[in-house]
């Protein structure tokens, strides 16, 4: 971008540090009498930004905080200020009053702020409107009073912008969803966690829902419970047994063929000792 720009804009960004610098130099002296505060080290911060959505809608903000305390916030869509705490009070009634810097403040996120955006988005489009498909995995958690935490990791996607939760019989579950917020992979991607607690005993099917610009129809991954899986195994287990048992049966016969009456010795007769070989086998 360095290298892209024109001298007229670096010389509007050289006006701007001036500007900001004379008045935070300024307003230092103001907020430690206004605080009371004689001696010491103190910082003013402030942050303002815009953002252009694909809708049309502008939304921009800026906030400045005191020695990391929230301060002053402009509502551009009012051009009034917010004030974070009765020491803002006063700042605020003033600025209040200031009724072209308050239209200027508005123009300035609206008007300007856009333009610098739209100029990084051109020279950053290579890598600023790329899409990468996210990745889902779903795990489960126990607890001691006997619930279980169902978990959604969805990572690697580009833009930031995603939609997850968690559906039960294909119903959204929004407002039982925990979220652990849109973090930077480090990788020039994004990860997010979505959890939400349930009642293993209740049987119901819960699916991770994923919805993203990357994908041509949102993801949806299904969680099935550990113990689903015992009577698969059990079944598995059985049948294997099973047919050991068949085969060991069918081994034995082929080795002992034609065995028939195995369980009766008939005795040879003779002349005197028939009669008692006849009540032996009887008996």
């Known amino acids: 971008m360095a290298q892209k720009e ?13 500007r900001y610098q004379k008045w935070y130099n300024a307003s230092l002296n103001t907020l430690s009498q206004l605080y009371n505060q004689s001696k010491g080290f103190h910082i003013i911060q402030t942050m303002f930004g815009c953002d ?21 916030t402009f509502d551009k869509e009012t051009m009034t200020w917010v004030a974070a705490d009765i020491g803002a009070q ?9 009724v072209d810097d308050n239209q200027g403040w508005t123009h300035f996120l609206e ?4 333009s610098w955006l739209r100029s990084a988005l051109e020279f950053g489009k290579e890598t600023l409107q790329r899409r990468v498909r996210p990745t889902a995995r779903v795990s489960d958690r126990s607890s001691h009073d006997g619930l279980t935490t169902l978990s ?11 939609t997850v939760t968690w559906l039960k019989n294909g119903e959204n579950r929004q407002q039982e969803t925990y ?8 990788d020039g991607t994004y ?7 349930i009642d293993p005993t209740i049987r119901a099917h819960y ?23 015992i009577p698969i195994v059990a079944g598995v287990i059985t049948a294997v047994i099973l047919v050991g048992v068949i085969i060991g049966v069918v081994i034995w016969k082929k080795k002992c063929p034609g065995r028939k009456g195995d369980g009766y010795a008939v005795a040879q007769a003779d002349d005197q000792g028939s009669s008692g070989s006849d009540m032996a086998a009887k008996a």
């Open 179 to 186: 979220s652990e917020g849109i973090l930077p992979s480090g």
């Open 152 to 162: 959604c990791k969805v990572s690697g996607f580009y833009p930031r912008d995603i």
């Open 111 to 114: 008007e300007t702020c856009i």
């Open 191 to 197: 990860q997010t966690w979505v959890t939400m607690e």
């Open 52 to 72: 252009l959505r694909e809708d049309g809608i502008i939304q921009g903000f800026y906030q400045d905080s005191y020695d990391g305390r929230d301060f002053l």
């Open 6 to 18: 024109g001298p007229e804009f670096w010389d509007e960004m050289t006006w701007w540090a001036q």
């Open 90 to 98: 006063i700042t605020k009634r003033r600025w209040h009053a200031e």
């Open 207 to 229: 699916s991770c829902w994923v919805e993203h610009e990357s994908l041509l129809e949102p993801l949806s991954i299904s969680w099935a419970p550990k113990n689903s899986l």
